[in-house]
């Protein structure tokens, strides 16, 4: 098999370029499932409106109809949850694979920073040293002095 990248083929080294092909992985497939998932509410409901105006069949007992309706289409339901739960999956990986693979060294190499400099701190007798305070600025002069009466006894 080949190495030459296919166009308008996503692979694994493209998603794992960075948040913004991944964001637009998902987008394409938001668009892409947008159409089928719409088409697939309208059928469901055409559907059920069918089902609910259907005779009862002979011999059917009260509310035999409306479980019949119901277990009928429930495949046809379970399809559209699934639909609509490609997309929620796929930000999930979005998200866990960032966690993952791009923030979790960045956080490795502060822990372990973290780490050395208190290895640093035992090894020098466990003294911190505390930073000097920033000398205080005068303060400046009152570029309006309409009530500069009023500060000079405080």
Do not use: C
Not at 1 to 15: E, F, H, I, N, Q
Not at 61 to 80: C, D, E, G, S, Y
């Amino acid at each position: 098999m080949t190495d030459k990248p296919r166009a308008g083929v996503w692979t694994p080294d493209l998603l794992a370029e960075g948040p913004e092909k991944r964001r637009i992985f998902i987008e394409q497939r938001r668009q892409y499932l947008a159409p089928l998932l719409a088409e697939s509410k309208a059928l469901l409901a055409e559907i059920e409106a069918d089902l609910r105006e259907a005779d009862k069949l002979p011999g059917d007992l009260p509310f035999q109809a409306k479980l019949r309706a119901k277990h009928t289409v429930r495949p046809l339901a379970k399809v559209i949850a699934d639909l609509e739960d490609v997309i929620v999956q796929l930000t999930a990986y979005s998200a866990r694979y960032r966690r993952s693979y791009e923030e979790l060294p960045e956080k490795r190499a502060e822990k372990e920073a973290d780490r050395q400099r208190l290895k640093e701190l035992k090894a020098g007798g466990g003294q911190r040293q505390l930073a000097a305070p920033e000398p205080k600025a005068e303060p400046a002069e009152d570029p309006h002095p309409f009530f500069a009466h009023l500060n000079k006894g405080a």
